[in-house]
Nanobody
Framework: QVQLVESGGGLVQAGGSLRLSCAIS????????MGWYRQAPGKQRELVSE???????NYADFVKGRFTISRDNAKNTIYLQMNSLSPEDTAVYYC???????????????WGQGTQVTVSS
């Protein structure tokens, strides 16, 4: 019922930009932390960035100064603006959200299906 719908991935050349979007689809009671992870082939999934309800963001060191996360609470949507992309950024990017599905529920993590980002050299 509740899904995270991701979009914006694609193929770009080194130095290019992409903007990822992640929207919560379905009825929820409340949403807290949201963010992005990524996973490259043969690598472990790693945190890229996350953002609180109030808009406080944190970033992995390898994207600081290049990526910007933002949040639209009215739309239950987050974005990841990715600039100065390099081949090392090639990965599947996964959106996550920490949500409470209903008034009687506890918070749980929900994940998107992932969107492929490929950066050519």
């Amino acid at each position: 019922q509740v899904q995270l719908v991701e979009s914006g991935g694609g193929l770009v050349q080194a130095g290019g930009s992409l903007r990822l979007s992640c929207a919560i689809s379905g009825s929820i009671y409340s949403v807290y932390m949201m963010g992005w992870y990524r996973q490259a082939p043969g690598k472990q999934r790693e945190l890229v960035s996350e953002i609180t309800v109030k808009g406080t963001a944190n970033y992995a060191d390898f994207v600081k100064g290049r990526f910007t996360i933002s949040r639209d609470n009215a739309k239950n949507t987050i974005y990841l603006q990715m600039n100065s992309l390099s081949p090392e950024d090639t990965a599947v990017y996964y959106c996550y959200a920490n949500i409470i599905a209903s008034l009687s529920s506890f918070e749980t993590d929900t994940w998107g299906q992932g969107t492929q980002v490929t950066v050519s050299s």
